[in-house]
C-alpha cells in the first residue's frame, strides 16, 4: 500500500521556521519527481515547490522563492520543506505528492497524495 506521511506541522509566529518532512512508503520513489502543495483556508490547493527525482532541479511558486527549500533524503523516498521566514499567509494545510512525470504545478499532475500537515502562522 502506497502511503505518504506528512509531518513537522505546528503553529509558530511571523518570521519563524519550520521543517516539513514527507516519508513515502509501499514502492520505490526514486524515480518519482515529489512536490509539495498547500490549501489555505477557503482557497483550492496550490502548488508550492517539487524537486526532480535525483533532487538536481527544484522548481517554486514565486511567493515561496527565497523562503522555502525543498530537499529529498539520501534514500530519495523522503522530503523535506524547510520554511523561513514564515507570513501569515503561508497558513495552510500542507501536502506531500509525487509523479512518475516531471516538474508539474498542477495538482492533476501528481499520483499520490499525503493527508496533509496544519501550518499555522500568526501575526
Known amino acids: 500500500q502506497v502511503q505518504l506521511v506528512e509531518s513537522g506541522g505546528g503553529l509558530v509566529q511571523a518570521g519563524g521556521s519550520l521543517r516539513l518532512s514527507c516519508a513515502a512508503s509501499?514502492?520505490?520513489?526514486?524515480?518519482?519527481?515529489m512536490g509539495w502543495f498547500r490549501q489555505p483556508p477557503g482557497k483550492e490547493r496550490e502548488f508550492v515547490a517539487a524537486i526532480t527525482s535525483s533532487g538536481g532541479s527544484t522548481h517554486y511558486t514565486d511567493s515561496v522563492k527565497d523562503r522555502f527549500t525543498i530537499s529529498r533524503g539520501d534514500a530519495k523516498n523522503t522530503v523535506y520543506l524547510q520554511m523561513n521566514s514564515l507570513k501569515p499567509e503561508d497558513t495552510a494545510v500542507y501536502y506531500c505528492a509525487a509523479t512518475p512525470l516531471g516538474l508539474g504545478t498542477s495538482p492533476t499532475f501528481y499520483n499520490y497524495w499525503g493527508q496533509g500537515t496544519q501550518v499555522t502562522v500568526s501575526s
Open positions: 509501499g514502492r520505490t520513489f526514486s524515480n518519482y519527481v
